[in-house]
């Protein structure tokens, strides 16, 4: 899996033994106002946080490899080897599908761009 450069400044470092991952969407004007559910595990899986039109939100997990979701009708999973102490930055892009519904995809990124979006046009944090 990727292995992202060291954190951006004002994000804490995860807690001993766990790995953090950052979810984060840009701003942009196509379906601002929706919300995206991230889902762990499979598509129906459990929530573990939304993200609004320029907003993030960090879960912690414990080593090894987790799935996510970006929605129930996206086909591609996104999957994370987690190392302890690691953070992995992931990215929300949405798509609409030729019927016009709104769907997340979920791809990999690294710190470095999260902190220059944070530093554009600050990303909102949103408490899960």
């Known amino acids: 899996m990727w292995s992202p450069p060291a954190l951006p400044p004002g994000l804490p470092p995860p807690s001993a ?9 840009e ?11 991230i889902r762990a595990g499979s598509p129906e899986g459990a929530v573990v946080g939304s ?15 987790h799935t996510f979701f970006g929605s129930e009708a996206a086909s591609d999973p996104l999957v994370v080897e987690a190392e302890a102490g ?3 930055f992931v990215m929300t892009l949405l ?3 030729p019927e016009g ?3 997340a995809n979920l791809v990999p990124s690294y710190g470095a761009y999260f902190k220059s979006l944070s530093s554009v046009d600050p990303l909102k944090l949103l408490r899960k």
Do not use: H, T
């Open 95 to 97: 798509m609409l599908s």
């Open 17 to 25: 033994g766990k790995a953090q991952v950052v979810f984060f969407r």
């Open 101 to 103: 519904q709104a769907r």
């Open 86 to 88: 690691g953070a992995y």
């Open 27 to 37: 701003r942009s004007r196509p379906v601002w106002l929706l919300d995206f559910d």
């Open 51 to 65: 993200l609004a039109n320029g907003s993030y939100f960090v879960i912690e997990v414990e080593p090894g490899v």
